[in-house]
């Protein structure tokens, strides 16, 4: 195509200039190595015959052992570097629809056409502003394969490529900038791609942080002055003082469930560089607004309440009060580490945010207005968002461990002698007593075991957080494996003995409560169990009272991965779409407004895919308020590693909440849903029972993924400070969900991401003569059906049964009875996609990806036959240790490769 002449330009440089570094640091033939797989690759991929496929496992063979690291990484950086040039080609494109003046899909100009188009006016658009918003949540979830170091080098090149685009360069200066890129592939060449110790948790915090600090504290004012502007120009009124649309959160540091290594005193060290991060920037931004403002009364005049302020006559009154306010914030920070303070400081971000609206006044008033909107909007933006915890941190914990803290705390009280006997509806009593009692159970002499100590001091950290940094440093408390109304009563009570609720003017006054308690239902028979256990809570009147001094608002999360791994695709995400629709059903009954958590993946099986596609599938009531979503791994480089790349992401996000918190469905799809409904229950349940019957029920399916996955080495790439599993147990149930994941990703099947529908699809079809033309109308207007659809293309294409019979053949008589299952499952399924989209081939709708996966395919080909043959070498008892080692190393290398070629982990 034409307009994609660019990217296969910067393809072709980043490859020649990777070849001739091959070259200079491994000599010629490591080169030709390379050059005799990829040829190799290339003819399999053109007709995979049982003589291509041999040539390719020769070409593979015959790399020495002290050349096949060298070999490996030569793939591996390649997609570092196509990727590169993707998002370059992205940037590009954004430019040319900017040039061009188009409205760009997605933006908020197409957004503020759509919504007037739909009738509304600039107060109903400033009511939606008020009423909706997204937050996004960075994750510690291990699913970014490539390290920091990695990254930054990564962030030099794209810088450097974008650079080569300017019109204005000359030859010499093309040729400087081949020359720095040349030198950062150098660089990155010789830096080890795999971690050699597992990252901490701190690491975590500060790897997060990295985002915050040099994309998102400068990019987020930008993207809400753009949704200004196009409320302006579209409906004629400035829109200034309306809460953000957009704000971050995240779990680094706080998700402690089944991560022994996120303790308390991790937590508080979490909050305190939050909080240091952001006093950092605002002390930035006031340099460079002393810089800036360089304003003189003699010239332009002030007001008279800013010059009163400063205590006497100023020439340059704006720098004086931003001297000022530097003398306060280095006072502010002190006061927040427990230091010693002589002189006034900011006891908020408010108090802050007064100052620079005295100054934003008096520049307004005396013909500064540009000024204003140029450097203090955007910096009282970003008080508004960050205030001084930066980002809000969510705290995180599997119920039994609330179970056991508050069993030991009722017996050592003499109030229970054994809480974990007592049923569900003696647990909510004995709960809602204590909960309801202003006296504290917590005995403060009392040693009590480690698991309560550290419940308890949890809480008090986060009490502690409260005090020091504001409410918004945490607001939610998630409760992992929720099961009964008991498992949030419990948190509850443990928040009530670290006084975060109670009733300190008395039990018939309001109550004290400040901290969401939120559940998380992660597996289909808690999602089906959802609108049971809240219906419970909210007819209880203690919970009732915590709501109302929560404001009414109850947060639910709802779990993409586990429930994924428990049902499968179509069921999973079936489910949650119907739990969504009895929860909000439920929750208006009771007065209630319910916000959404929702905990995706990356990954196409963990509910990954395009954000704004994710956000338009939920029901269109699930939209009317906050929306909240992880962003995990790789994700969050992909999306947030690039100023232009985060701007363009968050605007698309925000604006699929207003399109999708505003839409109204057709006449057609009032008449036909209920049938619709019922064609998708009856799939779900089909689709239930294949996947149920492989993954759970088959004999050899266990042996099978341990042994034609890569899931052993996983857990040994030091990608996150958690344990790969909750327990020893090799069972599925009881592995997390990303290695799981990440596991079928590396072997090509991706089944995960598609198993069941194919066999659900093929039976409703047999059953039902018209399902077929539902199904296609459902695909054409129904936003949950066709993403769902669409997502299960990316995983079909992605997915490889050519590749994937290379893994099988691993697993010896448990692949012969297993492979040709899925095999079968995965031609239903493309077959039933092909028959509901009416397409020819898989991704007809989306041209530019499936080329993508065309044109990857054959350098990930050999990162994949590298992968099965030294796979096949660890299982045997063969190696030395040092062979084993060096064989590890290299495979750990080929999950980097397949990581970066298919632009997925976990």
């Given at each position: ?225 753009k949704l200004e502007q196009a409320v302006e ?117 408010e108090a802050m945010m007064e100052d620079v ?330 689709s239930f029972r294949a996947y149920r019957k ?213």
């Amino acid at each position: 195509m034409a307009n994609d002449a660019p990217l296969h330009r910067d393809i072709r440089v980043l490859g020649d200039l990777l070849g001739e570094v091959l070259v200079e640091q491994c000599g010629r033939r490591v080169f030709d190595h390379v050059e005799s797989i990829r040829l190799a690759a290339k003819a399999f991929r053109a007709d995979p015959s049982p003589e291509t496929r041999a040539a390719l496992q020769a070409a593979v063979s015959a790399v020495e052992p002290e050349h096949r690291n060298d070999v490996i990484h030569a793939f591996s950086v390649y997609f570092q570097l196509v990727n590169l040039a993707e998002q370059n080609h992205r940037l590009r494109r954004h430019r040319d629809y900017d040039r061009s003046q188009q409205v760009l899909r997605g933006s908020f100009r197409e957004t503020m056409r759509t919504l007037a188009d739909r009738g509304m006016t600039a107060d109903d658009i400033e009511s939606l502003l008020r009423e909706v918003g997204i937050e996004l949540v960075l994750t510690a979830h291990p699913t970014e394969a490539l390290r920091r170091t990695v990254l930054d080098k990564h962030t030099k090149i794209a810088a450097f490529l974008e650079d080569m685009d300017d019109p204005r360069k000359t030859p010499r200066e093309l040729d400087v900038l081949r020359e720095r890129i040349r030198t950062e592939i150098v660089a990155l060449w010789q830096t080890r791609s795999v971690r050699k110790q597992r990252i901490t948790v701190l690491d975590e915090v500060r790897n997060g942080l990295y985002f915050l600090d040099q994309i998102l504290f400068d990019v987020l004012p930008r993207v809400h002055q753009k949704l200004e502007q196009a409320v302006e120009e579209q409906f004629g009124r400035q829109l200034l003082e309306l809460p953000p649309l957009i704000r971050f959160g995240s779990w680094m540091g706080g998700d402690r469930d089944g991560n022994p290594n996120v303790t308390s005193d991790i937590t508080w060290q979490t909050l305190v560089l939050h909080c240091d991060l952001a006093l950092n920037k605002y002390e930035q931004k006031l340099r460079e607004l002393g810089r800036d403002l360089s304003v003189s009364v003699d010239r332009a005049g002030a007001d008279e309440d800013l010059l009163a302020s400063l205590g006497g006559e100023n020439d340059e009154p704006y720098r004086a009060l931003i001297n000022r306010m530097l003398e306060r914030l280095a006072n502010t920070r002190r006061r927040l580490h427990g230091e010693r303070v002589d002189g006034p400081d900011y006891a908020s971000p408010e108090a802050m945010m007064e100052d620079v609206e005295r100054m934003a006044r008096s520049l307004a008033h005396h013909r500064g207005q540009r000024m204003v909107d140029a450097w203090l909007r955007p910096f009282l933006l970003q008080l508004r968002i960050f205030g001084f915890h930066m980002v809000t941190l969510d705290i995180r914990q599997h119920s039994g461990v609330h179970e056991q803290a508050v069993a030991e705390l009722l017996q050592t009280a003499g109030l229970v002698d054994d809480y974990t006997s007592l049923g569900e509806e003696e647990r909510v009593r004995v709960l809602s007593e204590c909960l309801a009692s202003p006296r504290p159970i917590r005995n403060p002499y009392h040693v009590y075991s480690d698991v309560t100590t550290e419940a308890l001091a949890v809480l008090d950290c986060v009490r502690r957080g409260h005090e020091t940094f504001g409410p918004r440093c945490v607001q939610d408390y998630l409760i992992s494996m929720t099961q009964g109304a008991s498992d949030l009563l419990e948190v509850l009570l443990l928040a009530k003995e670290s006084g975060l609720f109670g009733w300190p003017d008395g039990p018939m006054a309001p109550p004290k409560s400040d901290l969401n308690v939120v559940p998380l239902f992660e597996t289909i028979e808690d999602l089906e169990s959802a609108a049971g256990i809240m219906r419970s809570l909210f007819e209880n009147p203690v919970y009732r009272r915590h709501l109302e001094m929560r404001g009414w608002q109850q947060e639910i999360m709802l779990g993409y991965s586990d429930s994924n791994k428990d049902g499968g695709y179509l069921t999973a995400n079936w489910s949650l779409y119907m739990a969504q629709k009895h929860l909000i059903r439920l929750a208006e009954a009771y007065g209630v407004r319910i916000k959404f958590f929702h905990g995706r993946g990356g990954a196409l099986g963990r509910g990954g895919g395009p954000v704004e596609q994710s956000i338009l599938a939920q029901p269109t009531e699930a939209l009317r308020g906050h929306v909240k979503i992880t962003e995990q791994g790789e994700v969050i480089s992909q999306r947030y590693g690039h100023p232009g790349i985060a701007e363009r992401s968050l605007e698309s996000s925000a604006a699929a909440v207003l399109v999708g918190a505003t839409r109204e469905d057709s006449e057609e799809w009032a008449e036909r849903h209920p049938r619709w409904f019922r064609l998708l229950d009856r799939a779900s349940e089909i689709s239930f029972r294949a996947y149920r019957k492989l993954v759970f029920e088959h004999p050899a399916f266990l042996e099978y993924f341990h042994r034609a996955t890569p899931i052993d080495e996983i857990g040994k790439m030091n990608i996150g400070s958690r344990p790969s599993r909750r327990s020893q147990s090799a069972r599925i149930e009881d592995l997390r969900a990303i290695p799981w994941v990440f596991s079928w990703t590396q072997s090509r099947h991706l089944l995960p991401a598609w198993y069941g529908f194919g066999s659900a699809i093929e039976a409703i079809m047999r059953e039902d003569p018209r399902a077929l033309e539902d199904l296609r109308r459902m695909y054409e207007v129904w936003p949950f059906f066709r993403t769902l659809v669409d997502n299960l293309q990316m995983a079909l294409a992605k997915a490889d049964m050519l590749v994937a019979k290379e893994y099988a053949q691993l697993a010896g008589e448990a692949g012969e009875a297993v492979f040709p299952l899925i095999e079968e499952e995965y031609a239903r399924t493309e077959r039933a996609v092909l028959d509901i989209t009416g397409y020819r081939q898989l991704l007809d709708n989306r041209p530019v990806i499936r080329e993508s996966i065309s044109l990857r395919n054959p350098y990930v080909d050999p990162l994949s036959f590298f992968q099965v043959r030294l796979l096949a070498d660890l299982r045997t008892d063969n190696l030395s240790p040092e062979e084993r080692e060096a064989e590890l190393a290299d495979a750990l290398q080929t999950i980097n490769g397949i990581a970066a070629g298919l632009r997925n982990t976990g």
